[in-house]
């Protein structure tokens, strides 16, 4: 069966630090990988997402960056954080338009 | 632009009752509408989809309705109960794209 981690849970880093979560799936190849970001209460912003290797698509020009420097590992950075970069941070996969989340990393900016 | 248009953005029900969440769509091209379940600190999850040749599907408490001319879909949650307070997303998918179109979320509070 398949799975998705995601790392940290929780994190918080202050302002002008960088960034780096990771997020690796098990059990599928090839797999649509994405970055979604959620504000408190808020719907689903799509960050980034990845068809393969080296192959990164932005959705939303921002403080971040996203890489994909293996098959089922997809990293989400920023060489400054910003207020603003606070949220909560969902790393997802997708198969047959069916996408499957990890369990979230909460970011705080202070 | 929203490609999926989602409301309520809350509701509250009282146990036992009927939650029903909208969502309303512009793109004839899609052909996949997934529904998922947030809990507090959580990822989301697949809760239930349907493809547009139905005009509906059960899964236990869990209805999806679809309605293809009006464009139109929404999730009934009968004998809704405590455990199932969390955040819905209704969400639409394009043939041969590469990502699933989000509502904004509707936020279910069932009372006891």
């Known amino acids: 069966s398949q799975t998705i981690h995601q790392w940290p849970a929780t994190l918080v880093q202050p302002v002008g630090s960088p960034l780096s979560l990771e997020c690796t799936v098990e059990g599928t190849s090839n797999p649509n990988l994405y970055w979604y970001r959620q504000a408190a209460g808020r719907g689903l912003q799509l960050l980034f997402y990845?068809?393969?290797?080296?192959?990164i698509s932005s959705e939303v020009p921002q403080n971040l960056s996203a890489s994909r420097p293996q098959d089922r590992q997809f990293i989400l950075s920023s060489k400054k954080l910003l207020l603003s970069d606070s949220g909560f941070y969902l790393c997802?996969?997708?198969?047959?338009?069916?996408?499957?989340f990890g369990q979230g990393t909460r970011l705080t900016v202070v | 632009q929203q490609q999926v248009k989602q409301s309520p953005q809350s509701l509250i029900v009282q146990k036992g009752g009927i939650s029903i969440i909208n969502c309303a769509y512009e793109?004839?091209?899609?052909?996949?509408f997934p529904w998922y379940q947030q809990f507090p600190g959580k990822g989301p999850a697949l809760l239930i989809a349907?493809?547009?040749?139905?005009s509906e599907k059960k899964e236990g408490r869990f209805t999806i309705s679809f309605n293809k001319s009006a464009k139109q879909f929404s999730l009934h949650i009968m004998d809704s109960q405590p455990g199932d307070s969390a955040t819905y997303f209704c969400a639409a998918r394009s043939p041969g794209a590469n990502n699933l179109f989000f509502g904004t979320g509707t936020r279910l509070t069932v009372i006891p």
């Open positions: 990845s068809v393969g290797i080296g192959q």
């Open positions: 349907i493809r547009p040749d139905v």
């Open positions: 793109n004839t091209a899609f052909d996949y």
């Open positions: 997802a996969w997708s198969r047959q338009g069916e996408a499957f």
